[in-house]
Every structure is written in structure tokens, then in C-alpha cells.
């Protein structure tokens, strides 16, 4: 069994600040490796790199593989020295899962969530919104002037308009910009599930 999705997804999200924050020294690893999350080859391998950095980054890679103990096994080795790390994943954690939990009753599968939603799928939800799409963009983040301008920019075309907001969050959101992002906010506006989960099929 792998690791939980919500404990892989904090791993990455932190991925950056854990290789800068973190000194993974030989406590760490040596915790890891007598709780059977880390093989003796694993600790070679962590310890062969160079600079501290690189060790952590190759512990990230190491961890989402070792199953379903791995994230809170790692969490306890934090607990003497990194003690402020490890409430900071732990208050993510919290809100990761609230997230996660909104779209679980979507049926799409997990990569489906993750990814950035294409030109394509933005376009059929465009078509399939409906007075709601305001609100839907406000609840991603756009301001109340850019969807004036979308308005002004479409004036005859409620779905260029909505088209054009869906467009400027995922640039303005980047690899941020997934579905799973967008279904929470749909959600928000009382849309139905059923309505929806065709065009990101």
C-alpha cells in the first residue's frame, strides 16, 4: 500500500521548505530506518548525497513509496529537534484534508482532480454555467474589476465571458489551477455534481 493522498500532497506542497528547513542528520534517517519505513538501502542512498538539501529532497522522493505508516513515522522523528515543522505540516494536514473532503463526492478519479483543466473542458463548463458563474470566480480568486472586464470584453457572450474569467485563473493559478480547485468552487455555488462531471471526463 502507498501513503495516504492528503500526506503525499502536503509532502510536495512543503517539498521546498522541508529541503531548506529540515537537517535530516543521522537522527532522522536512523529513526526512520528502526521503524522499518527506510531500507538499509535507502539510507545509503540518502546519506550519498552531497549537501543536506539534496538529502532531504531524495527523503521527499523516498517517503510517499513506503506506505501507509510513512508520513506519521516521519512526523515522529520531527518531534525533538524540528518540533515547528512538524505542527506546520500537521496544521496543513488540516486543511489539505477539509479540501479533499469537499470533492469526494465527485466521482472522478484522483488524476482527473489533480490535473489543470484544458482549454477544452473550460470551454464546456463555460457553456454549462449558468447565473451562478460570477460567484464561481470570485470564489477562485478573481476580482470584482477583472470580471467586469470580462464582462466588457464579451458583451454579447455570457460564455466568452465566463471562458475568459476560467482562463485568467488558471494563468494567474498555474499548476495550482486543478480541477479538484475548480469543483470546490462550484460546489460553493450550489452546482450540482451530475451537471458537471461530463466535461471533465
Not at 543536506?52 to 513515522?73: C, E, S, V, W, Y
Not at 449558468?130 to 474589476?145: H, I, K, T
Not at 482562463?167 to 452546482?191: C, F, H, K, M, P
Request: charged share 25%.
Amino acid at each position: 500500500m502507498n501513503m495516504d493522498q492528503t500526506h503525499k500532497e502536503v509532502l510536495r506542497k512543503h517539498r521546498l521548505d522541508l529541503s531548506n528547513q529540515l537537517l535530516i542528520g543521522d537522527t532522522i534517517i536512523h529513526f526512520l530506518y528502526q521503524e522499518n519505513i527506510l531500507t538499509e538501502n535507502h539510507v545509503e542512498e540518502i546519506q550519498a548525497q552531497i549537501t543536506n538539501k539534496k538529502k532531504t529532497l531524495r527523503l521527499l522522493d523516498i517517503l510517499p513509496t513506503r506506505g501507509p505508516r510513512a508520513f506519521d513515522t516521519f512526523l515522529q522523528s520531527l518531534e525533538e529537534e524540528f518540533i515547528w515543522i512538524k505542527d506546520k505540516l500537521l496544521q496543513d494536514l488540516d486543511t489539505n484534508a477539509h479540501e479533499i473532503s469537499l470533492t469526494t463526492d465527485w466521482t472522478l478519479p484522483e488524476e482527473v482532480l489533480r490535473n489543470v483543466p484544458s482549454d477544452r473542458q473550460l470551454s464546456r463548463l463555460a457553456s454549462r454555467l449558468g447565473p451562478q458563474w460570477e460567484s464561481v470566480l470570485l470564489d477562485l480568486g478573481l476580482s470584482a474589476g477583472a470580471l467586469y472586464r470580462c464582462r466588457a470584453d464579451h458583451p454579447l457572450s455570457v460564455q466568452g465571458q465566463v471562458l475568459s474569467g476560467l482562463v485568467q485563473w488558471r494563468q494567474s493559478q498555474g499548476r495550482s489551477a486543478t480541477v479538484a480547485r475548480l469543483l470546490q468552487s462550484l460546489r460553493a455555488a450550489d452546482i450540482h455534481p451530475s451537471a458537471l462531471e461530463e466535461v471533465f471526463q
